[in-house]
């Protein structure tokens, strides 16, 4: 394909960030942001695929700023761009994108469409997983010993299995944590259950743990608790998201036969409580729909950012209707 050699081989500053690693997506970001703004500030400009048509986001591509030389183009949810003729379109604008243009595609997904996927220089496609559970570990002791923190392994377990995982929620949820405490004395599990889980009495997990037990009124108590605490859809969206990419690994798990205590840490599951809750999960949910309640978070999130405050909870109650009837029982 020409076109596509032709953008890898000039160079252009096409970016491509995957996988749900938010953390350290956001900090590659900043940091091409950062670079670019030495030279000069550039114009920035945000659009979410799927809720902007692909015509609006190839026209932002190849016009011009008045404002300045400098163009700083993110465009969020990328894996939405699959339809063909829009792949093509977007592809045909990667090609003559003019040099003072950065272009980012991010998506949460591990790849995007055909040909949209290699349409930047290998060394601008990057892969942000999620950590590993020593790596986990390791990043939350270390979170917690550079501001002068001590912490032992039973909090440090007890913080994994309340959190994403991803170190840009792991970092708020620990600086929140330490607003409560003192560093005169190492963190235990009871200071991490009495204050990180205590002072959030409703979270996306504790709304996933509805969704799991196929409790729906209480659910939906959980995400008008969550809204009326002013807890933003898209973040509500990405912590089940997460949820239900730790149930596919879960699911896969159990493929192979009945998992072991060491393949449930392994996967970031440990506590009786988080291993109920995966159970009851995967009796409601095969990897079908799974891979349906997924992409329903994904579309709501689009939806959600599109249509505002006004209508969240109309749109919130729609999705979780959804999620419910996406379940196989």
Same mark, same amino acid.
């Given at each position: 394909?020409?076109?596509?050699?032709?953008?890898?081989?000039?160079?252009?500053?096409?970016?491509?960030?995957?996988?749900?690693?938010?953390?350290?997506?956001?900090?590659?970001?900043?940091?091409?942001?950062?670079?670019?703004?030495?030279?000069?500030?550039?114009?920035?400009?945000?659009?979410?695929?799927?809720?902007?048509?692909?015509?609006?986001?190839?026209?932002?591509?190849?016009?011009? @700023?008045?404002?300045?030389?400098?163009?700083?183009?993110?465009?969020?949810?990328?894996?939405? =761009? /699959?339809?063909?003729?829009?792949?093509?379109?977007?592809?045909?604008?990667?090609?003559? =994108?003019?040099?003072?243009?950065?272009?980012?595609?991010?998506?949460?997904?591990?790849?995007?469409?055909?040909?949209?996927?290699?349409?930047?220089?290998?060394?601008?496609?990057? +892969?942000?997983?999620?950590?590993?559970?020593?790596?986990?570990?390791?990043?939350?002791?270390?979170?917690?010993? +550079?501001?002068?923190?001590?912490?032992?392994?039973?909090?440090?377990?007890?913080?994994?299995?309340?959190?994403?995982?991803?170190?840009? @929620?792991?970092?708020?949820?620990?600086?929140?944590?330490?607003?409560?405490?003192?560093?005169?004395?190492?963190?235990?599990?009871?200071?991490?259950?009495?204050?990180?889980?205590? @002072?959030?009495?409703?979270?996306?997990?504790?709304?996933?743990?509805?969704?799991?037990?196929?409790?729906?009124?209480?659910?939906?108590?959980?995400?008008? @608790?969550?809204?009326?605490? /002013?807890?933003?859809?898209?973040?509500?969206?990405?912590?089940?998201?997460?949820?239900?990419?730790?149930?596919?690994?879960?699911?896969?798990?159990?493929?192979?036969?009945?998992?072991?205590?060491?393949?449930?840490?392994?996967?970031?599951?440990?506590?009786?409580?988080?291993?109920?809750?995966?159970?009851?999960?995967?009796?409601?949910?095969?990897?079908?729909?799974?891979?349906?309640?997924?992409?329903?978070?994904?579309?709501?999130?689009?939806?959600?950012?599109?249509?505002?405050?006004?209508?969240?909870?109309?749109?919130?109650?729609?999705?979780?209707?959804?999620?419910?009837?996406?379940?196989?029982?």
């Amino acid at each position: 394909m020409p076109a596509l050699s032709a953008i890898i081989n000039m160079d252009k500053e096409i970016y491509i960030f995957l996988g749900p690693e938010s953390g350290k997506k956001q900090a590659a970001i900043d940091e091409i942001r950062e670079k670019k703004s030495k030279k000069e500030k550039p114009e920035e400009t945000v659009l979410y695929a799927g809720e902007t048509p692909a015509v609006q986001i190839a026209d932002t591509i190849l016009n011009h @700023s008045l404002f300045s030389l400098s163009r700083f183009i993110i465009i969020k949810n990328a894996e939405q =761009i /699959k339809k063909k003729e829009d792949v093509s379109l977007i592809l045909s604008c990667l090609e003559n =994108i003019d040099a003072q243009t950065s272009l980012l595609l991010i998506s949460d997904e591990f790849k995007l469409a055909a040909g949209l996927d290699e349409s930047c220089p290998s060394k601008n496609r990057k +892969v942000f997983y999620e950590m590993f559970e020593r790596e986990k570990s390791e990043w939350v002791r270390n979170f917690f010993s +550079v501001k002068g923190y001590r912490i032992n392994a039973d909090a440090i377990a007890a913080i994994l299995e309340m959190v994403a995982n991803n170190t840009d @929620s792991l970092g708020r949820e620990c600086t929140r944590l330490m607003l409560f405490l003192s560093n005169d004395h190492p963190i235990n599990e009871e200071d991490v259950t009495q204050w990180l889980s205590h @002072s959030r009495e409703e979270s996306a997990f504790t709304l996933f743990s509805r969704i799991a037990a196929g409790d729906s009124i209480k659910a939906f108590e959980s995400l008008h @608790s969550l809204l009326a605490a /002013k807890e933003s859809p898209p973040g509500i969206l990405a912590g089940l998201s997460w949820c239900f990419r730790k149930l596919r690994d879960y699911l896969a798990l159990t493929e192979k036969g009945e998992p072991n205590s060491f393949e449930m840490k392994k996967i970031g599951l440990s506590s009786p409580k988080a291993r109920d809750d995966y159970f009851a999960a995967a009796r409601r949910y095969d990897s079908k729909a799974v891979d349906a309640c997924l992409a329903l978070s994904a579309e709501y999130d689009i939806i959600t950012r599109s249509l505002g405050a006004p209508l969240e909870v109309v749109l919130m109650d729609a999705y979780l209707v959804k999620i419910f009837n996406a379940s196989t029982l």
